[in-house]
């Protein structure tokens, strides 16, 4: 019998990471993802996994990459300042290739910002917070169902190809309550990291298999492998040579890009007949939705595209509908973030028009349904 539940978004995403195999999280309590901590401490010890409180927001991330070289699926979880601080270490997982899941719930910043706020201010930091170049992975929840299977989801793109995932969900998703219906084992993918198949002294830590990622043992499995944040060679050791830092640095960028079609997702609602397009994501996507649908019944030619990767950023389907719309109104809680991404996807086809929300309040539907018939 379906078990149904009335969870908070921040609860949905840590039972969705036990649900993914998670046995470890290391962090540090932060608003408004403190949640998901306090989660993973009552219920990691009842399956035999480990919840370390660390000393700040690097311990955190520092202690979850270590529980993954291990060999346990691993976690941490933040918001926007400790995103920042954790940003040095994810580049780390980036070059070592360590597969694990940052949840940010995202508050206004700068620093310390708004704690108890709501917000989508970390689009670009996911993307850019980090040096370096690397594939991200990123996905925006909108509802507890959602926070809860996209969290497994995170865990299995985390370990196919070898690299820390983010959830970015909005302190509005993690904060409220909503039914969820759990599914039952078995009815989702669960994805584990590739092992050798060859022999301890016949291995070589980095050298990719034809998907470009490589194997990766546990340390205590019996395989040397050598883990720094500088760029290596196939075996794992520090390198200046040319061809074997583009060998490296292509790698991890390409692991990612050539499997996009397969990464990025999105939905659409009344697009069909559409005139204009309303893009947003997280708890703004709710209020959206909203709005369209009373405009339908007013007859106005609305649809909503919400994507769910915000990276890789769905940029070849925004470009096909913005041939046949005339606008594209893109509202965030921000100062405008995705909308440069969608005017790059566009390219002058359609008129795109930015609605930026940054006072720590979410959008209402009547606000949103009032941007639309500006410009109808």
């Given amino acids: 019998m379906a078990q149904n539940e009335f969870w908070q978004g921040n609860k949905a995403i840590a039972m969705g990471a036990i649900a993914a195999g998670c046995r470890f ?58 995103i920042s601080l954790k940003q040095e270490l994810l580049g780390f997982g980036y070059i070592a290739e360590i597969p ?11 620093s310390t910002g708004l704690p108890t706020k709501v917000s989508q201010a970390d689009v670009m930091q996911a993307k850019w917070g980090t040096h370096g170049d690397h594939g991200t992975i990123a996905y925006a929840p909108c509802s507890i169902p959602e926070c809860y299977t996209i969290t497994i989801k995170a865990f299995n793109m985390a370990e196919r190809f070898r690299q820390p995932v983010l959830v970015m969900a909005d302190e509005v998703i993690g904060h409220m309550r909503e039914k969820i ?27 990719a298999d034809a998907d470009d990622v490589p194997p ?56 069909d007949d559409a005139e204009i397009v309303v893009v947003s994501y997280g ?10 649908r009373e405009l339908r019944e007013q007859g106005v030619k ?8 915000l990276w890789p950023f769905p940029d070849k389907e925004i470009a096909a509908f913005s041939k046949r719309v ?8 921000n100062a405008g973030q995705m909308v440069r991404e969608v005017e790059r996807a566009v390219k002058a086809n359609c008129e795109v028009i930015a609605k930026n929300l940054i006072n720590g ?16």
């Fill in 283 to 292: 708890s703004v996507s709710r209020s959206s939705l909203r709005a369209i």
């Fill in 25 to 82: 999280f290391g962090g540090y309590p932060i608003t408004p993802s403190t949640e998901v901590m306090e989660t993973m401490s009552e219920e990691l010890p009842k399956l035999g996994g480990k919840f370390v409180q660390m000393e700040d927001e690097i311990g955190g991330i520092a202690s979850a990459l270590g529980a993954s070289i291990a060999g346990k699926k691993a976690m941490t979880a933040s918001s926007g300042p400790g």
């Fill in 302 to 309: 609305v649809g909503h595209f919400r994507p769910i990767t």
């Fill in 100 to 110: 694990i899941v940052v949840a940010d719930i995202m508050r206004g910043g700068p």
């Fill in 361 to 376: 309040e979410l959008y209402k539907p009547a606000e949103i349904m009032s941007f639309i018939k500006e410009v109808a």
């Fill in 216 to 271: 990766m043992p546990a340390f205590g499995d019996g395989y040397r492998w050598h883990v720094t944040g500088l760029t290596t060679n196939e075996w794992g050791f520090p390198t200046n040579d040319a061809p074997d830092i583009g060998l490296k640095a292509n790698r991890i960028v390409r692991k990612v890009e050539r499997f996009r079609d397969e990464i990025v997702e999105y939905r659409e609602d009344f697009m």
């Fill in 181 to 207: 219906t759990i599914p039952e084992p078995g009815t989702y993918k669960i994805v584990d990291r590739k092992k050798p198949t060859v022999a301890p002294d016949d291995f070589i830590p980095y050298r």
């Fill in 326 to 333: 005339k606008r594209i109104i893109v509202p965030e809680l």
